[in-house]
């Protein structure tokens, strides 16, 4: 059982247009918190949440047996600049980046090759959404 999710990112996590189904990409996911609750709501879909941190993605995977066990999670070590589908892997809904420096203003170079990454793993029609009271979508 990983760390319980807080209040703040249970408020965006019901903010997002999440159905059943689903492919959602979580970008800086630390421990896992919010993917696995994501991971509760999209049924047969799946999450797919990415961190630079070997340490954060070996915390979330430690605490996510039960959801990579039935194939609605996996945690991928990966910077959102960077980060590709993998060969057959099908694009994802939306996207969702909470205190991600290159999404929030913080790195504005990184920001651009991050968007720019983001926008080739997502649908036509794919979203951005960042955390911003409590959520806000980015144009990419």
Same mark, same amino acid.
């Given at each position: ?36 609750e994501m991971a509760k709501r999209v049924g047969a879909g799946k999450v797919v949440a990415i961190d630079r941190s070997a340490k954060a993605i070996a915390q979330a995977i430690?605490?996510? #047996?039960?959801?990579?066990?039935? %194939?609605? /999670?996996?945690? $991928?070590?990966? @910077? !959102?600049?960077?980060? =590709? ?9 939306? #996207?969702?980046?909470?205190?991600? %420096?290159? /999404?929030?203003? $913080?790195?504005? @170079? !990184?920001?651009?090759? =991050? ?20 959520? $806000?979508?980015?144009?990419?």
């Amino acid at each position: 059982m990983g760390s319980p999710i807080s209040q703040r990112l249970l408020d965006i996590v019901d903010a997002l247009p999440l159905k059943r189904d689903m492919r959602v990409l979580e970008i800086g996911c630390g421990p896992g918190a919010m993917a696995r609750e994501m991971a509760k709501r999209v049924g047969a879909g799946k999450v797919v949440a990415i961190d630079r941190s070997a340490k954060a993605i070996a915390q979330a995977i430690a605490g996510s #047996a039960e959801e990579i066990a039935a %194939g609605r /999670l996996e945690f $991928r070590q990966s @910077e !959102a600049e960077s980060f =590709a589908l993998e060969v057959g892997e099908a694009p994802f809904d939306i #996207a969702v980046a909470v205190r991600v %420096g290159a /999404l929030d203003g $913080r790195h504005p @170079e !990184a920001g651009v090759k =991050a968007r720019a990454a983001i926008a080739k793993v997502l649908k036509p029609g794919g979203r951005l959404f960042i955390d911003g009271a409590p959520i $806000r979508e980015i144009g990419l």
